[in-house]
Nanobody
Framework: QVQLVESGGGLVQAGASLRLSCVGSGRTFADDAMGWFRQAPGKEREFVAAIGSGTTYYSEAVKGRFTISRDNTRNTMSLQMNSLKPEDTARYYC?????????????????WGQGTQVTVSS
Protein backbone atom coordinates (compact mmCIF):
# COMPACT_ATOMS: atom_id res chain seq x y z
CA GLN A 1 0.00 0.00 0.00
CA VAL A 2 1.43 3.34 -1.06
CA GLN A 3 1.25 5.94 1.67
CA LEU A 4 2.44 9.41 2.59
CA VAL A 5 2.33 10.11 6.31
CA GLU A 6 2.85 13.54 7.79
CA SER A 7 4.00 14.42 11.29
CA GLY A 8 5.34 17.36 13.25
CA GLY A 9 2.31 19.60 13.52
CA GLY A 10 1.27 21.25 16.73
CA LEU A 11 0.22 24.38 18.57
CA VAL A 12 2.79 27.16 18.75
CA GLN A 13 2.90 30.88 19.34
CA ALA A 14 3.48 33.42 16.61
CA GLY A 15 7.16 33.72 15.78
CA ALA A 16 7.93 30.13 16.66
CA SER A 17 9.19 27.37 14.38
CA LEU A 18 7.96 23.93 13.46
CA ARG A 19 9.34 21.20 11.25
CA LEU A 20 6.93 18.99 9.36
CA SER A 21 7.96 15.62 7.99
CA CYS A 22 6.45 13.38 5.35
CA VAL A 23 7.43 9.73 5.08
CA GLY A 24 6.63 7.72 2.00
CA SER A 25 6.11 3.98 1.97
CA GLY A 26 5.07 1.33 -0.50
CA ARG A 27 7.17 2.76 -3.31
CA THR A 28 10.08 5.10 -3.78
CA PHE A 29 9.27 8.75 -4.39
CA ALA A 30 12.80 9.63 -5.44
CA ASP A 31 11.79 10.35 -9.02
CA ASP A 32 8.65 12.27 -8.12
CA ALA A 33 8.01 15.88 -7.37
CA MET A 34 6.89 16.31 -3.80
CA GLY A 35 5.27 19.19 -2.06
CA TRP A 36 3.18 20.67 0.71
CA PHE A 37 -0.29 22.13 0.62
CA ARG A 38 -2.44 23.54 3.37
CA GLN A 39 -6.09 24.11 4.02
CA ALA A 40 -7.55 26.39 6.64
CA PRO A 41 -11.17 26.04 7.84
CA GLY A 42 -13.56 27.53 5.32
CA LYS A 43 -10.85 28.06 2.73
CA GLU A 44 -9.67 26.22 -0.33
CA ARG A 45 -6.56 24.13 -0.25
CA GLU A 46 -3.53 26.17 -1.27
CA PHE A 47 -0.07 25.38 -2.53
CA VAL A 48 2.79 25.97 -0.07
CA ALA A 49 6.01 24.55 -1.49
CA ALA A 50 7.33 21.93 -3.89
CA ILE A 51 10.63 20.22 -4.56
CA GLY A 52 11.75 18.37 -7.62
CA SER A 53 15.10 17.28 -8.88
CA GLY A 54 17.20 20.19 -7.66
CA THR A 55 14.31 22.63 -7.94
CA THR A 56 12.23 24.24 -5.25
CA TYR A 57 9.25 26.55 -5.47
CA TYR A 58 7.37 28.46 -2.80
CA SER A 59 4.19 30.40 -2.54
CA GLU A 60 4.62 34.10 -1.93
CA ALA A 61 2.95 33.70 1.45
CA VAL A 62 5.76 31.51 2.81
CA LYS A 63 8.78 32.49 0.73
CA GLY A 64 11.70 33.41 2.96
CA ARG A 65 10.16 31.76 6.03
CA PHE A 66 9.67 28.13 4.98
CA THR A 67 12.24 25.74 3.56
CA ILE A 68 11.41 22.49 1.81
CA SER A 69 13.88 19.63 1.61
CA ARG A 70 13.95 15.93 0.89
CA ASP A 71 16.04 12.87 1.61
CA ASN A 72 15.55 10.33 -1.14
CA THR A 73 17.56 7.73 0.74
CA ARG A 74 14.95 7.79 3.47
CA ASN A 75 11.97 8.49 1.18
CA THR A 76 11.18 11.56 3.24
CA MET A 77 10.44 15.23 2.77
CA SER A 78 10.45 18.03 5.31
CA LEU A 79 9.15 21.55 5.67
CA GLN A 80 11.00 23.83 8.07
CA MET A 81 8.64 26.61 9.06
CA ASN A 82 10.11 29.67 10.78
CA SER A 83 8.58 32.93 11.93
CA LEU A 84 5.15 31.38 11.99
CA LYS A 85 2.13 33.64 11.80
CA PRO A 86 -1.48 33.06 12.86
CA GLU A 87 -2.43 33.02 9.18
CA ASP A 88 -0.26 29.92 8.75
CA THR A 89 -2.82 28.00 10.81
CA ALA A 90 -4.10 25.15 8.65
CA ARG A 91 -3.97 21.45 8.06
CA TYR A 92 -0.81 20.71 6.09
CA TYR A 93 -0.77 17.95 3.49
CA CYS A 94 2.09 16.15 1.84
CA UNK A 95 1.70 15.35 -1.85
CA UNK A 96 3.62 13.68 -4.65
CA UNK A 97 3.21 13.55 -8.40
CA UNK A 98 5.18 12.52 -11.46
CA UNK A 99 5.05 16.08 -12.75
CA UNK A 100 6.45 19.11 -10.92
CA UNK A 101 4.17 21.42 -12.88
CA UNK A 102 1.13 19.28 -12.19
CA UNK A 103 1.95 19.08 -8.49
CA UNK A 104 2.07 22.86 -8.17
CA UNK A 105 -1.49 23.12 -9.44
CA UNK A 106 -2.73 20.75 -6.77
CA UNK A 107 -5.12 19.21 -9.28
CA UNK A 108 -5.17 15.53 -10.17
CA UNK A 109 -2.20 14.91 -7.92
CA UNK A 110 -1.47 11.23 -7.60
CA UNK A 111 -0.61 10.90 -3.92
CA TRP A 112 -1.80 12.70 -0.82
CA GLY A 113 -1.18 12.24 2.86
CA GLN A 114 -3.82 12.61 5.56
CA GLY A 115 -2.43 15.86 6.87
CA THR A 116 -1.08 17.28 10.11
CA GLN A 117 -2.57 20.24 11.96
CA VAL A 118 -0.58 23.40 12.55
CA THR A 119 -2.08 26.04 14.82
CA VAL A 120 -0.33 29.34 15.45
CA SER A 121 -1.66 31.51 18.25
CA SER A 122 -1.19 35.27 18.35
Amino acid sequence: QVQLVESGGGLVQAGASLRLSCVGSGRTFADDAMGWFRQAPGKEREFVAAIGSGTTYYSEAVKGRFTISRDNTRNTMSLQMNSLKPEDTARYYCAADYSFAQLRTGRNVYFWGQGTQVTVSS
